[in-house]
């Protein structure tokens, strides 16, 4: 029987909560001060324990800001309505 590692379950819960938080916060900043300031303020703050489920979905779609937040919100902040703060 093969067992198939993903890249993610090697990853510390600090890395997965930072790839979490910097590929929701790039999708509303344009600028590096801007999307550190959210991953920092907004995001962390609120990101509880990122799962297998979280992180397979952000890889899956974050280079579709659209699809990252409609299909990935829920499974990474699913005590949060929008991870970034109010609007």
């Known amino acids: 029987m093969w067992v198939?590692?993903?890249?993610?379950?090697?990853?510390?819960?600090?890395?997965?909560?930072?790839?979490?938080?910097?590929t929701f916060c790039d999708c509303t900043?344009?600028?590096?001060?801007?999307?550190?300031?959210c991953v920092v303020?907004?995001?962390?703050?609120?990101?509880p324990a990122v799962s297998d489920e979280c992180l397979a979905c952000v890889y899956d779609h974050e280079s579709a800001c659209p699809v990252l937040e409609n299909d990935c919100q829920a499974l990474c902040f699913p005590q949060v309505a929008n991870p970034r703060g109010p609007a």
Not at 5 to 20: H, M, W
Not at 29 to 37: E, F, G, H, N, R
């Open 4 to 22: 198939v590692l993903f890249a993610g379950c090697t990853q510390s819960p600090a890395d997965r909560i930072e790839i979490v938080c910097n």
């Open 29 to 37: 900043s344009a600028l590096p001060s801007a999307v550190q300031t």
């Open 41 to 47: 303020q907004q995001c962390e703050p609120n990101i």
